[in-house]
Nanobody
Framework: EVQLVESGGGLVQAGGSLNLSCATS????????IGWFRQAPGKERERVSC????????FYEDSVKGRFTISRDNANNTVYLQLNNLKAEDTAIYYC????????????????????WGQGTQVTVSS
């Protein structure tokens, strides 16, 4: 069974940090790019960051550049998203997802190529 399980969310004050994890199982982790998306109340889901299957390319949405860092541990089938200098507008449910894309540039792949989602982890930033 394919599973992606997010953890690490919580309540933090503005300026604080969190480290989200996406633990995966049931598929060949190294064959997939992994993405992090988020959805705030009343808003559409948006892509936050993604990392290629070979760890050579990453993408960050403009509002998180310089604050968030994505990484992957292929030995443990896990992807991380380090969130620093959090802002109230980062409040959302964060989801991880996967894609079989072989594209080398994560900036050009459309969000629609991602499939299979975790249950999400809530990040709440108080101002």
């Amino acid at each position: 069974e394919v599973q992606l399980v997010e953890s690490g969310g919580g309540l933090v004050q503005a300026g604080g940090s969190l480290n989200l994890s996406c633990a995966t199982s049931g598929f060949i982790f190294g064959d997939y790019a992994i993405g992090w998306f988020r959805q705030a109340p009343g808003k559409e889901r948006e892509r936050v960051s993604c990392i290629s299957r070979n760890d050579e390319s990453t993408f960050y949405e403009d509002s998180v550049k310089g604050r968030f860092t994505i990484s992957r541990d292929n030995a443990n089938n896990t992807v991380y998203l380090q969130l620093n200098n959090l802002k109230a507008e980062d409040t959302a449910i964060y989801y991880c997802t996967r894609s079989l894309t072989t594209a080398r540039d994560m900036a050009i792949i459309p969000p629609a190529v991602f499939e299979t989602w975790g249950q999400g982890t809530q990040v709440t930033v108080s101002s």
